[in-house]
T-cell receptor, first 115, second 108 residues
Framework: AQTVTQSQPEMSVQEAETVTLSCTYDTSENNYYLFWYKQPPSRQMILVIRQEAYKQQNATENRFSVNFQKAAKSFSLKISDSQLGDTAMYFC????????????FGPGTRLSVLP | NAGVTQTPKFQVLKTGQSMTLQCAQDMNHNSMYWYRQDPGMGLRLIYY???????DKGEVPNGYNVSRLNKREFSLRLESAAPSQTSVYFC???????FGNGTRLTVT
């Protein structure tokens, strides 16, 4: 079974600064996807970024980028130029590609961006 | 552009009552999912449906049943609600998970 660990329950960052959220996972699968989701106080779940395990190049979406280390099973999220609207819970998630296609989510990191 | 629509948004039940959470997607996705979210535990998969006509148990299926009525709709039923089922429920579709806005369920 897959597990996803987020070791930082809470973090804070000053506006305009950079912050990195950690995520590690455990799997015996070779083909899979990794995701970061954002959940603001509105409770809506928003996909931030996605990484395919077969791609060595780290995914980037505007101010959001990942550091994907497949051998270490690590998938951290870097937020550059943090904005007040980035305040939210952030969830790391793993999806296997073999039958079942079910996701496993980490427990989340609560990020507060301070003015 | 409705995406994934969940109803109701809020519900209060008494122990032993039954109810069905409805979910519909208009993106022609094959796979659909039901999750529950509890404080400090992230999202846990209750049931999923890889395609119309198929359903499979997830991590926490006990106390729930599902029905994939057609490609668009995937409902979650609580036959006899228990306080331990107090949670926020999310429906989602597709491999990148397009989420509904959630249902906050309280069982007293």
């Amino acid at each position: 079974a897959q597990t996803v660990t987020q070791s930082q329950p809470e973090m804070s960052v000053q506006e305009a600064e950079t912050v990195t959220l950690s995520c590690t996972y455990d799997t015996s699968e070779n083909n899979y996807y990794l995701f970061w989701y954002k959940q603001p106080p509105s409770r809506q779940m928003i996909l931030v970024i996605r990484q395919e395990a077969y791609k060595q190049q780290n995914a980037t979406e505007n101010r959001f980028s990942v550091n994907f280390q497949k051998a270490a099973k690590s998938f951290s999220l870097k937020i550059s130029d943090s904005q007040l609207g980035d305040t939210a819970m952030y969830f790391c998630a793993f999806m296997k590609l073999s039958y079942g296609q079910n996701f496993v989510f980490g427990p989340g990191t609560r990020l507060s961006v301070l003015p | 552009n409705a995406g994934v629509t969940q109803t109701p948004k809020f519900q209060v039940l008494k122990t032993g009552q039954s109810m069905t959470l409805q979910c519909a997607q208009d993106m022609n996705h094959n796979s659909m999912y039901w999750y529950r979210q509890d404080p400090g535990m992230g999202l846990r998969l209750i049931y999923y449906s890889a395609s119309e006509g198929t359903t499979d148990k997830g991590e926490v299926p006990n106390g729930y049943n599902v029905s994939r009525l057609n490609k668009r709709e995937f409902s979650l039923r609580l036959e006899s609600a228990a306080p331990s089922q107090t949670s926020v429920y999310f429906c989602a579709s597709s491999a990148a998970l397009h989420f509904g806005n959630g249902t906050r369920l309280t069982v007293t």
